[in-house]
């Protein structure tokens, strides 16, 4: 209940739970959960957090220690409106699958008798980690997030497919809404109708943020959405 949308209840207690450990396993998530994007930002963006437990009466300050890892056979959902929870997330895919031949049922016994020299590797890269204030993101982990991510969201995917999106505000850049609605037409196959026009320029600015950009719808005879350009068949961005 800590990480997915789930009934609402009186206490916190998976979060009460938190206080103070190491590693926090989610294991065997249901295969149609949906990942709470507010409570995963709680949990990952801040030192404490006050929750009461189940037969508290008042609320405790619990502080977040743990490194939280979820464990499943289904990639969990994101709503459209919490995809900026995906900076957040590690999305490590187990792409090997070991047939039965190949299984080594005395690894265990193996790695015991390397203890000490596995704990030295452990040490050396725990060190390089401190050094450097973190590790690097290996690409195939990035490229993973990405796809992951846009696979949630066909917004996500249409934004970093077609939007060039600078670092920074650019008021000499933007596109017309009615270029930027076709092209979303030819992306999904669906028409927008008029009212659906205001709440697809929202939600390209909402998405844009969420890459870190900015943009800004500006009304008129011609909406235009200033601070983004339409990148265009084979042409790169900048």
């Given at each position: 209940?800590?990480?997915?949308?789930?009934?609402?209840?009186?206490?916190?207690?998976?979060?009460?739970?938190?206080?103070?450990?190491?590693?926090?396993?989610?294991?065997?998530?249901?295969?149609?959960?949906e990942?709470?994007?507010?409570?995963?930002?709680?949990?990952?963006?801040?030192?404490?957090?006050?929750?009461?437990?189940?037969?508290?009466?008042?609320?405790?300050t619990i502080?977040?220690?743990?490194?939280?890892?979820?464990?499943?056979?289904?990639?969990p959902?994101?709503?459209?409106e919490?995809?900026?929870?995906?900076?957040?997330?590690?999305?490590?895919?187990?792409r090997?699958?070991?047939?039965?031949?190949?299984?080594?049922?005395?690894?265990?016994?193996?790695?015991?008798?390397?203890?000490?020299?596995?704990?030295?590797?452990?040490?050396?890269?725990?060190?390089?980690?401190?050094?450097?204030?973190?590790?690097?993101?290996?690409?195939?982990?990035?490229?993973?997030?990405?796809?992951?991510?846009?696979?949630?969201?066909?917004?996500?995917?249409?934004?970093?497919?077609?939007?060039?999106?600078?670092?920074?505000?650019?008021?000499?850049?933007?596109?017309?809404?009615?270029?930027?609605?076709?092209?979303?037409?030819?992306?999904?196959?669906?028409?927008?109708?008029?009212?659906?026009?205001?709440g697809?320029?929202?939600?390209?600015?909402?998405?844009?943020?969420?890459?870190k950009?900015?943009?800004?719808?500006?009304?008129?005879?011609v909406?235009?959405i200033?601070g983004?350009?339409?990148?265009?068949?084979?042409?790169?961005?900048?």
């Amino acid at each position: 209940r800590v990480v997915t949308h789930q009934p609402a209840s009186s206490h916190d207690a998976p979060l009460a739970a938190l206080n103070h450990i190491r590693l926090a396993l989610y294991d065997e998530l249901e295969g149609d959960c949906e990942l709470n994007g507010a409570q995963v930002k709680r949990i990952t963006g801040s030192p404490s957090i006050s929750a009461r437990g189940a037969y508290a009466s008042e609320h405790e300050t619990i502080r977040i220690t743990a490194k939280q890892v979820l464990i499943s056979n289904h990639r969990p959902r994101i709503k459209g409106e919490d995809l900026a929870v995906g900076d957040r997330l590690r999305y490590i895919q187990w792409r090997i699958r070991l047939p039965e031949e190949r299984v080594d049922y005395q690894l265990r016994d193996k790695l015991l008798k390397e203890r000490s020299g596995i704990l030295n590797w452990v040490l050396s890269h725990a060190k390089a980690w401190k050094k450097n204030m973190g590790l690097p993101m290996p690409e195939r982990l990035a490229e993973d997030a990405r796809e992951y991510l846009e696979d949630e969201s066909e917004m996500l995917a249409f934004v970093r497919r077609y939007l060039y999106v600078p670092a920074a505000y650019s008021p000499g850049i933007e596109v017309a809404g009615a270029a930027l609605a076709k092209r979303w037409e030819e992306f999904t196959g669906r028409r927008l109708n008029g009212r659906g026009f205001a709440g697809f320029y929202k939600e390209i600015v909402r998405t844009v943020d969420s890459e870190k950009g900015d943009c800004r719808i500006l009304p008129g005879r011609v909406t235009k959405i200033v601070g983004v350009s339409l990148i265009e068949p084979g042409e790169r961005p900048l």
